[in-house]
T-cell receptor
Framework: ELKVEQNPLFLSMQEGKNYTIYCNYS?????LYWYRQDPGKSLESLFV???NGAVKQEGRLMASLDTKARLSTLHITAAVHDLSATYFC??????????WGAGTKLIIKP | NAGVTQTPKFQVLKTGQSMTLQCAQD?????MYWYRQDPGMGLRLIYY???????DKGEVPNGYNVSRLNKREFSLRLESAAPSQTSVYFC?????????????FGPGTRLTVL
């Protein structure tokens, strides 16, 4: 069974701290996607990681991909309240369909 | 560009009623998807359409039907709604380019079945 596991599923942190969300997947894909969802809103694409060792950064968020370990990470640097959201990672199967993790709900307290 | 649009935004049904959720995209994407999102379960694929004229079942197709009316529009029909179909439904589209499938989502439809 193809699976994507995120951890933690819930994270409460203080502004200014650093933290990492982990995404383990089971396929041999070298494609990994990160999305953000604000409460009551839709999903927004954050990063598309296309190869082993890929690293992408936008503002305080940085995503990386290690295809050998089947692991992607989303690192948050010096968190701010506006980054509070649920973050999803998704893998891609052999039919190009996305397999979604359960999401990590991130709450950043002022 | 409006991107991906969905109607209605909210709907309340009684058990056994039917309804159609509408989705349209103006990005000239080939592929379109219907997902449901339940608390703590991420997204689950109901049906998808890789191109105009084709549809395929996803992970949870039971109780649903779809129609890919043209390249822009992909509708989801509940023939006889059940309380287990209470969920948030998202439509998405993508241009599957090479081996990249970056999906773009509509605003969602919140459905409650009583």
């Amino acid at each position: 069974e193809l699976k994507v596991e995120q951890n933690p599923l819930f994270l409460s942190m203080q502004e200014g701290k650093n933290y990492t969300i982990y995404c383990n997947y089971s396929t041999t894909s070298d494609r990994l996607y990160w999305y953000r969802q604000d409460p009551g809103k839709s999903l927004e694409s954050l990063f598309v990681l296309l190869s082993n060792g890929a690293v992408k950064q936008e503002g305080r968020l940085m995503a990386s991909l290690d295809t050998k370990a089947r692991l992607s990470t989303l690192h948050i640097t010096a968190a701010v309240h506006d980054l509070s959201a649920t973050y999803f990672c998704a893998d891609m199967d052999s039919n190009y369909q996305l397999i979604w993790g359960a999401g990590t709900k991130l709450i950043i307290k002022p | 560009n409006a991107g991906v649009t969905q109607t209605p935004k909210f709907q309340v049904l009684k058990t056994g009623q039917s309804m159609t959720l509408q989705c349209a995209q103006d990005m000239n994407h080939n592929s379109m998807y219907w997902y449901r999102q339940d608390p703590g379960m991420g997204l689950r694929l109901i049906y998808y359409s890789a191109s105009e004229g084709t549809t395929d079942k996803g992970e949870v197709p039971n109780g649903y039907n779809v129609s890919r009316l043209n390249k822009r529009e992909f509708s989801l029909r509940l023939e006889s709604a059940a309380p287990s179909q209470t969920s948030v439904y998202f439509c998405a589209s993508s241009v599957t380019s090479g081996s990249i499938n970056e999906q773009f989502f509509g605003p969602g439809t919140r459905l409650t079945v009583l």
